[in-house]
Nanobody
Framework: QVQLVNSGGGLVQAGGSLRLSCAASGRTFSGYAMSWFRQAPGKEREFVAAISRGAVTTYYADSVKGRFTISRDNAKNTVYLQMNSLKPEDTAVYYC?????????????????WGQGTQVTVSS
């Protein structure tokens, strides 16, 4: 079992920045690929960013590429999402997710564990 706790959300003006954190406890964190997803009101959960177990490879949704950066610190059992140049359309609840198995990184159903979510609101 892995427990994930999200933090770092909040209200920010367009063009601003936020950094989300996801602290993991339980089984060996470094053995899990990690991702961030988000869900806006009335919309389906969508992929935002992913990072491999050793932090060698990262993936981003086209909508956030160049603005968001995913990283992880395996010594601290934490994954981060640095969000810059935020836009109102980035407003959503953001969730971190962990998986041990392989699969398409952008597919939510391939993930085994989820954080509780943290609200990000970007005002125009």
């Amino acid at each position: 079992q892995v427990q994930l706790v999200n933090s770092g959300g909040g209200l920010v003006q367009a063009g601003g920045s936020l950094r989300l954190s996801c602290a993991a406890s339980g089984r060996t964190f470094s053995g899990y690929a990690m991702s961030w997803f988000r869900q806006a009101p009335g919309k389906e959960r969508e992929f935002v960013a992913a990072i491999s177990r050793g932090a060698v490879t990262t993936y981003y949704a086209d909508s956030v590429k160049g603005r968001f950066t995913i990283s992880r610190d395996n010594a601290k059992n934490t994954v981060y999402l640095q969000m810059n140049s935020l836009k109102p359309e980035d407003t959503a609840v953001y969730y971190c997710a962990a998986r041990y198995r392989s699969g398409d990184y952008y597919v939510a159903s391939t993930y085994d564990y989820w954080g509780q979510g943290t609200q990000v609101t970007v005002s125009s």
